[in-house]
């Protein structure tokens, strides 16, 4: 009898709102650290066409040999993201549905107009960064979308010939700025749910969110704005 009690109680830890936001929070750290390190790799242009197309070529071919074999790490890599992405994307429906769910119970717990907005807000980025996902993977992965470059041109010319579009300009802004807000409340809201904020690093948490926004943003933001003004051709 004890046996199937503990049996029940683990099969429903892991359909908990509780576990799930974990879940959230967790993948949403990933895609954070990869942000950062596809910010990190975008400042190569700042050194020249070389050291760019070397860093693009090495990630989709040489990436991490011999430990995995020429050409196979990006593929690892890609569906760690879709995965990362999907539970993600999984995770936020499925807390935004139990709450709307709860919110027809007299007892549901109302949210202050902060959190509801903060809330809201992530929704509202999140289902438009997909879309922006998309055009991007369109854009630089598949070529199905080329803005302003030729199908044979190499990884630096693709993204000057783009940049160089002050359109396409303008859509990477608010791309970015649409990470940047998600991220800025994510990041803090991932800690928190994690149990990694205590009273005392409350404030320094929420600095911290802000820190890491911001440096995403100028990371992101510095190739394309130095590409549109002519600095870098």
Not at 45 to 56: R, V
Not at 75 to 104: D, P
Not at 159 to 183: D, G, K
């Amino acid at each position: 009898m004890a046996t199937n009690t503990v049996a029940i109680k683990r099969r429903r830890a892991w359909t908990t709102t509780v576990f799930i936001k974990q879940l959230m929070a967790l993948s949403g750290l990933f895609l954070v650290l990869f942000l950062l390190f596809h910010a990190y790799g975008n400042l190569k242009l700042f050194i020249g066409a070389e050291a760019y197309d070397h860093y693009a070529h090495w990630l989709k071919g040489e990436a991490f040999y011999p430990i995995f074999p020429k050409g196979t790490f990006i593929w690892v890599f890609r569906a760690l993201m879709v995965a990362a992405i999907g539970i993600h994307i999984f995770s936020a429906f499925y807390t935004w549905y139990k709450s709307k769910k709860a919110r027809k119970h007299q007892y549901a717990v109302k949210k202050s107009a902060v959190d509801a907005y903060a809330a809201r807000t992530m929704r509202i980025t999140g289902v438009l960064l997909i879309f922006l996902i998309v055009f991007h993977l369109l854009q630089f992965t598949t070529l199905t979308i080329r803005t302003g470059f030729a199908a044979d041109a190499s990884p630096y010319e693709m993204v000057i010939a783009s940049f160089q579009q002050p359109w396409i300009f303008v859509v990477y802004l608010i791309f970015v700025s649409l990470v940047t807000a998600h991220v800025g409340h994510g990041f803090w809201s991932a800690f928190q749910t994690m149990g990694w904020v205590r009273k005392n690093t409350r404030t320094f948490m929420l600095w911290l969110s802000g820190i890491v926004a911001g440096v995403i943003f100028v990371m992101f933001m510095l190739p394309p704005l130095f590409i549109a003004t002519g600095v870098i051709h």
